[in-house]
């Protein structure tokens, strides 16, 4: 881009600057500091960051309140019911994550903590006995639903503190998606440097090797002149990915016009669907008309962008400090099972 583009290119309109945005924008600088060279920097990227922060605010806003995991609400709260196999089972695993009790002894007065949890969801099909009024049909179709791989990693004092920090992490994570095809970019660039020097350095052998020799050797000439064609075309085809990744002196802005786009556009880098089902007791799927009736559950499957966890089920909940387990006892509970 020339010096006349920069100093007359339109600017965006100023967004807003509010305390949140101000902190992911600072944010942005630690995660890439080079960030804060590029010309119209905060300008550029407080709208952009705006329209992600709208998108995940409405996403988080869906989200349904906060449930309380213990043993006294596994068999009333068909939420808990699901996603735990035993009312059991629920201190002791969600006692497993480091980061609560992290964040229970840096709040030594908090009784309880706000927290979301993750879940990897598998459906399995198989083939049953349904009752359907006074029927009871055999071999009927069926899917049941099972929730494992719970983890706790996001804790907060108050139910909004803990949405709060679900929009900055989710913002973060599509800001770092934009970095990663930056990086991308940078891989391939080298990569078509090297190419490209490798083929300059084959054309010149070639022609050195078939320099004044050409009406002696016949037939060897022709394949030399055919690799030649081939060679230059593939020279240029080198030549015009590099022009499409832009000059390395326009990198601070390609940087920059690259995250912008992804914030602009914070529906391309997430994946949220909102999952209603109707369980019974057994977490089986049933419609509205089995007896004895299901309950029926909503909560969101995400998959975030550069996760390698994939597709996950998550839910707010509450838990007591009253309810974690010492880790030290988790670990040697759950060494009782490794072989």
Known sequence: MGILDRLFRARPKAAPVTPQIHALIERLQVLSPSLKLADGYRERVTPALSCSLDYVSRLVSELLPAR???ASTWLDDPYIHAF???????AHILSRSPE???WFENHPLARETYAVLSMAMTERRAFGVEQVGDAVHADVAHTTLSFDDHQVRVCGETEADLREQIVRRVVEQIALEGLALISADES????LVQERALLKTRLQLLTRHGAGTHEMLGDRALSNASERIE???????NEHAL????LRTDALEHELSVICDVLEHPERHTNVEMKHVRLNAMNMVVNASATPAGAEIVFPLA???????GERAFSLIRFARADLVPLPAVLDEDSRFVI
């Open 68 to 70: 309380v995991a213990s």
């Open 231 to 237: 060679l230059e075309a593939a020279i240029k085809a």
């Open 243 to 246: 022009e499409a990744l832009g």
């Open 84 to 90: 735990f196999a035993g009312a059991d089972e629920i």
């Open 100 to 102: 609560l009790h992290t």
């Open 188 to 191: 391939r660039r080298d990569a």
């Open 303 to 309: 998959r975030l962008p550069a996760s390698p966890l």
